[in-house]
């Protein structure tokens, strides 16, 4: 027996808690099942609305549509994050993620799309050398119990195939089938990242932390002729001399609040860059282009989800994503410990298991592309 709803007055709202007493009458209900008691008690959550959620377009300068909905080269990804859940009352269980509803028109059949499993859609698209005339994608998120986005949302809506788009992606000897060879290849066709003088990318070896500060600047504008050719003050490192060949670059990235040194004077430039330390590199690219709001340049200075969304606070969620986990290397106190939760929560970063960020491992070469085209993806 459920009892009648209350009045219109005292009708529940979405994110009401409802405490509930299902009992059975077995003499009226004879065939049915029948509790291990007769009363139950349970509690739900009234769960009226559809999810939240954002959409990541691959990276662009392209300031006004349609040059959004284009792609660089010939493969890319489109994804979205999305969350079931309050915005006021973030820790509330709804019904939980339904569906992504995705939807594709076009000339030819596109793959199916990696999810949905989960919140974070991943499609990715490789488009043959017959694509031709106008193309839509559409997604229309909903939950577990139907709700569902009042209307489709649009990664591409009827616009023709671009010349530029049936042209493969820079490619590399060894990243094929590699789990991050879209972001690379990629990155690598809008110039972003490179390769070796062999072919190969490496896309499991690891980088330095000088190489770092290059990749980041390269996103943010700069060429080897804008560059410092001495350190700016408070970028004095002991150990980056101006014959090195990173020098302009760290001094750049250190000058613009990008990244900082180890301490001691020393800035440790060719030692391994950490997992932690990319996303806490993110952090910084963020926090400084807010504090200081003259444009970087470059795909970081466009409506991407590291500037529009990634670490705002005005947020939902207080600014730490849609999604959250619980890590067991990640200490509270680490200083990598909020960037973690941001990048993870914002879809720029995962984790190494359901509970490790492994956030003092070494980041391969195709992890920071991945984090990279993440961070650096249009936002709609």
Not at 47 to 74: F, I
Not at 100 to 108: A, L, M, R
Not at 181 to 202: H, K, P, Q, T
Request: proline share 7%; glycine share 8%.
């Amino acid at each position: 027996m459920i009892s009648p709803p209350p009045p219109t007055s005292t009708r529940l709202a979405t994110g009401d808690q409802v405490e509930f007493t299902l009992s059975v009458d077995d003499q009226t209900c004879a065939t049915a099942d029948v509790p291990a008691i007769d009363s139950v008690m349970g509690v739900n959550y009234v769960d009226a609305t559809a999810p939240t959620y954002y959409q990541g377009h691959p990276p662009s300068t392209a300031a006004v549509a349609p040059s959004l909905d284009t792609a660089a080269c010939n493969t890319f990804e489109y994804w979205a994050l999305a969350r079931d859940a309050s915005i006021v009352f973030a820790d509330e269980a709804y019904s939980g993620f339904g569906s992504w509803n995705p939807q594709v028109t076009g000339t030819f059949a596109p793959p199916a799309p990696m999810g949905p499993t989960s919140s974070l859609l991943s499609w990715t698209f490789a488009f043959p050398a017959t694509a031709t005339g106008a193309w839509t994608a559409t997604i229309q998120p909903e939950d577990m119990a139907g709700n569902m986005w009042p209307g489709v949302d649009h990664f591409r809506n009827a616009v023709n195939v671009v010349p530029a788009e049936l042209e493969d992606c820079a490619d590399f000897s060894d990243v094929a089938g590699n789990d991050n060879e879209v972001y690379i290849r990629y990155l690598a066709s809008l110039g972003l990242i490179s390769g070796f003088a062999d072919g190969s990318f490496g896309p499991d070896s690891t980088l330095t932390r000088a190489e770092a500060a290059t990749l980041i600047e390269i996103s943010n504008g700069y060429d080897d002729t804008m560059l410092p050719t001495s350190a700016p003050a408070g970028c004095d490192f002991t150990d980056v001399a101006a014959s090195d060949w990173f020098a302009g670059w760290v001094w750049q990235a250190c000058d613009d609040g990008l990244m900082n040194g180890v301490g001691g004077g020393l800035f440790d430039p060719n030692n391994l860059l950490t997992r932690g330390q990319v996303v806490t590199i993110l952090n910084n690219v963020a926090t400084s282009y807010f504090a200081n709001p003259v444009p970087f340049g470059g795909y970081i200075d466009t409506s991407n989800v590291l500037l529009s969304t990634f670490f705002l606070p005005a947020y939902p969620y207080g600014g730490y994503g849609y999604r959250t986990a619980a890590w067991t290397d990640v200490s509270v106190g680490a200083f990598y410990a909020v960037p973690v939760q941001k990048a993870y929560g914002w879809g720029v970063a995962e984790g190494t298991s359901d509970t490790t960020f492994s956030p003092d491992q070494a980041a391969t070469r195709g992890e920071f592309a991945k984090m990279l085209y993440r961070a650096l993806s249009i936002i709609s």
